[in-house]
């Protein structure tokens, strides 16, 4: 069974490459927790997969939609909005 879409879907997002986000569970520990988006891609049905840089080089990609939920729900959190917490 083969799924086909009508049209290519359009996804907008506020994610950038060069924006830092920092996962929630490192707060206040040695380690900085810091994640940087380094792409953004398109695949070939339109889905737009984030590719992710932590501090030691090692690269995540996932969906776009999945990096904003972790953001909506506080798992992952902009590295500007830090200031003056933990």
Do not use: C, W
Not at 59 to 83: K, M, N, R, W
């Amino acid at each position: 069974m083969n799924a086909t879409l009508d049209s290519t879907p359009v996804y907008t997002t506020y994610l950038a490459p060069g924006q830092q986000l920092v996962s929630s569970e490192f707060i206040g520990s040695r380690s900085t927790g810091s994640l940087i988006v380094t792409r953004l891609v398109k695949d070939r049905l339109g889905l737009l997969h984030v590719t992710l840089r932590d501090e030691r080089g090692r690269e995540l990609s996932a969906f776009a939609e999945q990096v904003e939920a972790a953001i909506t729900e506080g798992h992952l959190v902009p590295a500007g909005e830090l200031v003056g917490s933990a």
